[in-house]
């Protein structure tokens, strides 16, 4: 039979959490990257993330909506000072089960992602003596001063097209090609490439173990590559949950982000890496249907 035409309201991964935040590999390098998972210090933090979709489903086309953001709170190690993280990201998307090809329904989507927030670089200038001549050291050498410098606050962009499958344990698998530009760039130069990603979602009563892993890779050479952009990227995220109630679960996770630059400054990967526990709701409400 035909699938019923159906709407629905998706909550997807809305966790409250307490987690440690990790870096590896070099951090200067990558100061002007507009992304919160690259330039953010080690820290400890307790953040409020997660997304909230409109679907409507129908044995033809799939058609969902919605918004995902984040938002943290955090302690860093060298200092006392509490700051703030976050993002939000509106997304939409078609899936095309009429066109079905080898069991996979075509894709497409459009995204916009900004932040309230601003990364940060460190920037470095001469101290000036009381003559306004730069200062020196005993060595004579310049004496130097560093200062935070907000990056441009990220206005992101992304289009996507690829095939989605879907089923039980594999809850989503795709490959696509990807389309995207910051326009907090001063530079025109779009990022073309292609992703893989997989979910998995596992029963092993009364627990579930779940998996999200994504790999993006963006083409060298074309237009202006600079180092505010990325080049690889890989993301994981790994966690094991306990029911509490409905579709509320409390669990522990650890989250891996992985990434490469694009020019030789950047040539060398970084990780940063999120263990944690929380509680997660995933629920999909469908008003009106049993």
């Given at each position: 039979?035909?699938?019923?035409?159906?709407w629905a309201i998706?909550?997807?991964?809305?966790e409250f959490v307490?987690?440690?935040?990790?870096?590896?590999?070099?951090?200067?390098?990558?100061?002007?990257?507009?992304?919160?998972?690259?330039?953010?210090?080690?820290?400890?933090?307790?953040?409020?993330?997660?997304?909230?979709?409109?679907?409507?489903?129908?044995?033809?086309?799939?058609?969902?909506?919605?918004?995902?953001?984040?938002?943290?709170?955090?302690?860093?190690?060298?200092?006392?000072?509490?700051?703030?993280?976050?993002?939000?990201?509106?997304?939409?998307?078609?899936?095309?089960?009429?066109?079905?090809?080898?069991?996979?329904?075509?894709?497409?989507?459009?995204?916009?992602?900004?932040?309230?927030?601003?990364?940060?670089?460190?920037?470095?200038?001469?101290?000036?003596?009381?003559?306004?001549?730069?200062?020196?050291?005993?060595?004579?050498?310049?004496?130097?001063?560093?200062?935070?410098?907000?990056?441009?606050?990220?206005?992101?962009?992304?289009?996507?097209?690829?095939?989605?499958?879907?089923?039980?344990?594999?809850?989503?698998?795709?490959?696509?090609?990807?389309?995207?530009?910051?326009?907090?760039?001063?530079?025109?130069?779009?990022?073309?490439?292609?992703?893989?990603?997989?979910?998995?979602?596992?029963?092993?009563?009364?627990?579930?173990?779940?998996?999200?892993?994504?790999?993006?890779?963006?083409?060298?050479?074309?237009?202006?590559?600079?180092?505010?952009?990325?080049?690889?990227?890989?993301?994981?995220?790994?966690?094991?949950?306990?029911?509490?109630?409905?579709?509320?679960?409390?669990?522990?996770?650890?989250?891996?982000?992985?990434?490469?630059?694009?020019?030789?400054?950047?040539?060398?990967?970084?990780?940063?890496?999120?263990?944690?526990?929380?509680?997660?709701?995933?629920?999909?409400?469908?008003?009106?249907?049993?």
């Amino acid at each position: 039979n035909a699938k019923e035409p159906r709407w629905a309201i998706d909550f997807q991964k809305v966790e409250f959490v307490a987690s440690r935040y990790s870096t590896f590999g070099p951090r200067d390098a990558y100061g002007e990257v507009r992304e919160t998972r690259v330039t953010t210090q080690e820290n400890t933090s307790i953040a409020g993330r997660g997304g909230v979709f409109l679907r409507r489903d129908a044995a033809s086309v799939d058609w969902l909506t919605g918004l995902r953001a984040d938002f943290a709170l955090a302690t860093y190690e060298d200092d006392a000072e509490q700051e703030t993280a976050d993002s939000v990201k509106a997304l939409t998307e078609l899936q095309v089960h009429a066109w079905a090809v080898g069991g996979g329904a075509p894709y497409v989507n459009v995204s916009y992602e900004t932040e309230f927030t601003p990364t940060t670089r460190l920037e470095t200038e001469p101290v000036l003596d009381p003559d306004g001549n730069p200062a020196l050291d005993a060595d004579g050498n310049p004496i130097l001063r560093e200062f935070e410098v907000d990056n441009p606050r990220k206005k992101r962009v992304e289009g996507g097209l690829g095939l989605v499958w879907s089923g039980e344990v594999v809850t989503s698998a795709r490959i696509g090609a990807v389309v995207g530009h910051d326009f907090a760039s001063e530079i025109a130069d779009p990022e073309v490439g292609g992703l893989a990603s997989v979910s998995l979602l596992v029963d092993l009563s009364p627990l579930t173990w779940s998996f999200d892993g994504e790999l993006r890779y963006y083409l060298p050479g074309l237009g202006e590559d600079d180092p505010t952009e990325l080049g690889t990227i890989l993301q994981a995220r790994t966690s094991l949950l306990a029911p509490v109630v409905g579709g509320l679960s409390m669990g522990v996770f650890v989250d891996l982000y992985g990434y490469r630059g694009q020019v030789d400054a950047t040539s060398d990967p970084g990780a940063s890496l999120i263990t944690g526990v929380g509680l997660t709701f995933d629920r999909f409400l469908k008003p009106g249907y049993q």
